[in-house]
């Protein structure tokens, strides 16, 4: 599949700048990301980030905190592997 060129404005020049899509695509990197309580019932083999570690590492009056890190590193098939965190 053959894709047209992305066509921006610059304002300031008020040129019309044409890129490359396949060329521009080469420079990023697709990313997902998906809620704890989404993924509740699913596995993963792929490495993943679990963001904000440090808040819910914190002990709460109910064990929220406490099921939400066990649902958050249980999705993983190696969790020694493929998990890292963000604090």
Same mark, same amino acid.
């Given at each position: 599949?053959? &894709?047209?060129?992305?066509?921006? !404005?610059? =304002?300031? *020049?008020? +040129? %019309?700048?044409? %890129?490359?899509? =396949? /060329?521009?695509?080469? +420079?990023?990197? #697709?990313? &997902?990301?998906? *809620?704890? $309580?989404? #993924?509740?019932? =699913? +596995?993963?083999?792929? /490495? !993943? *980030?679990? $963001? =904000? ?7 709460? /009056?109910?064990?929220?905190?406490? /099921? &939400?890190? !066990? @649902?958050?590193?249980?999705? #993983? @098939?190696?969790?020694?592997? +493929?998990? #890292? !965190?963000?604090?």
């Amino acid at each position: 599949v053959q &894709l047209e060129p992305l066509r921006l !404005y610059q =304002e300031q *020049t008020q +040129n %019309i700048i044409e %890129i490359d899509k =396949e /060329k521009l695509m080469l +420079n990023f990197m #697709s990313g &997902l990301c998906i *809620t704890i $309580h989404k #993924s509740q019932g =699913e +596995n993963f083999d792929d /490495k !993943y *980030t679990i $963001h =904000e570690w440090g808040r819910i590492s914190k002990p709460d /009056k109910n064990g929220m905190n406490r /099921k &939400l890190r !066990y @649902t958050a590193q249980s999705r #993983s @098939t190696n969790p020694e592997k +493929n998990i #890292s !965190y963000r604090i």
